[in-house]
């Protein structure tokens, strides 16, 4: 049996970040992922400039190099209602195969140990965890997405429908123009939403999205849908079609619970208005990484469930409690048009949107000042 001061499961952007920080904390730590890497993560490949903030303070500082910035963002209201602004500086669509790749690089280079192996089973027995009778460690940090074993290992099922979004992707030829993220939603199945990423190399990432309400989406719906929303694409040249679950933050586990912590989308972190989960995979496991570092040393693991639920809440709270209220009253279309007219009328209101759906951004009552007075 390997043994270790830290295990992650799981080498997605919350796992990368989980095992550098912990690393960089001190501990040895191993990377555990059913693939190798380079591989393909289906998403929308939308990162927001802060992603690259959190990975700066973690010695990252070249993650989004060969990838130029997106300048605008053109958004259509579930009423049709359009605004188009500059980004901030920044944003980028940096494929999964490449970005989780640069990512775990940087985790291998710092010294973190990378196996591929599938985790089947996580037991806590005494002051160690204990992987598939292969792996031991103080800590264990589930990263390991939306179908996580290491949360099923805590007692917890996956999110309920209202609390589950299902998106599918695929890579189109790039429509002609000028560069610009295109999200157009959609009158009755809102909150859903459409989309097309310009990566910057003739391609662009496209996809729709819908929050699931209990019944089944198949693959010719979610496409179909994607034709009507964004006719332009073309969709016949596309490939790498693939769907995945999005579990909504407004629906969260607790962070952790003996020695086993969780982050990314296994707690549950995406954004309920955007489906945007990078930006909370590294921010929350950058703070498990150290957690799971700081409590190896000060306590041989056993307070790191205390001490990330204080870091996360720190961090992570006030935003948090913003979007679940943001959420309940965003699903009212009326008020989605609102925002939208006012993001046109006002560019401050444009960033706090943002803010609020790519980062840790709060609703702050000058903008909600000036949504209610587009109502
Ligand atoms: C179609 C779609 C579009 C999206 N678009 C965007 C977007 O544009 N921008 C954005 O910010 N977010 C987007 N998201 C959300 C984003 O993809 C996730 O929030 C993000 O990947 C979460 O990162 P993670 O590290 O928590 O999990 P993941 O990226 O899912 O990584 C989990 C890792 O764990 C591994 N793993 C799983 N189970 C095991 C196991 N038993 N043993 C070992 N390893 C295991 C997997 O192989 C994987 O590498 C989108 C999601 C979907 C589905």
């Known amino acids: 049996m390997e043994s270790f001061d830290v295990a992650v499961v799981g080498a997605g952007p919350a796992g990368s970040t989980a095992a550098l920080a912990a690393r960089r904390g001190g501990a040895d730590v191993v990377l555990l992922d059913r693939s190798d890497f380079p591989r393909d993560k289906p998403c929308g490949d939308g990162l927001a400039p802060e992603v690259f903030d959190v990975l700066a303070a973690l010695g990252v500082g070249d993650a989004a190099a060969g990838y130029p910035a997106v300048p605008t963002l053109r958004l259509v ?5 359009v ?4 980004l901030h500086a920044g944003t980028r669509t940096i494929p999964r195969q490449v970005f989780d790749h640069r990512l775990v690089a940087a985790a291998v280079d710092a010294g973190v140990r990378f196996r591929r192996h599938r985790v089947r089973s996580v037991e806590q027995l005494g002051d160690r965890v204990v992987i598939d009778g292969t792996f031991t460690a103080r800590v264990v940090v589930g990263a390991d997405g939306a179908g996580s074993v290491v949360r099923q290992a805590l007692g917890h099922p996956g999110n309920p429908p209202g609390h589950v979004a299902l998106a599918i992707r695929g890579y189109a030829p790039a429509p002609a123009g000028p560069p610009e993220q295109r999200i157009v939603t959609i009158p009755g199945r809102w909150p859903a ?8 190399d003739g391609r662009a990432n496209v996809g729709y999205g819908e929050l699931l309400r209990g019944e089944a989406l198949t693959r010719g719906y979610l496409l179909a849908q994607l034709g ?5 694409l073309e969709l016949d040249a596309a490939t790498d079609w693939r769907g995945h679950h999005l579990p909504l933050s407004t629906r ?28 909370y995979a590294v921010v929350s496991g950058t703070l498990a990484g150290a957690a799971a570092a700081g409590a190896v040393s000060a306590t041989g693991g056993a307070d790191v469930a205390d001490r990330y639920r204080r870091a996360l809440t720190r961090r992570l709270g006030g935003h948090l409690r913003h979007t679940a209220v943001a959420a309940r009253l965003g699903r009212w ?11 046109r009328d006002d560019q401050r209101v444009f960033d706090t949107l943002l803010a609020v759906g790519l980062a840790d951004g709060r609703l702050t009552p000058a903008a909600l000042w000036r949504i209610a007075r587009r109502l």
Do not use: H, K, M, Q
């Not at 209201?77 to 209602?81: N, R």
């Not at 605004?83 to 500059?86: I, K, L, N």
């Not at 939403?193 to 910057?200: E, L, N, Q, R, T």
């Open 83 to 86: 605004v188009a602004r500059a």
């Open 228 to 232: 009507a929303l964004l006719p332009d």
């Open 252 to 279: 969260r586990p607790a962070p952790g619970r003996g020695r086993l912590v969780l982050a990314g989308d296994a707690l549950s972190l995406i954004n309920p208005f955007t489906g945007e989960g990078i930006y």
């Open 333 to 343: 279309p009326r008020l989605a048009d609102a925002a939208v007219r006012a993001a």
């Open 77 to 81: 209201s579930p009423g049709g209602e």
């Open 193 to 200: 939403y459409a989309w097309s990423f310009p990566i910057g």
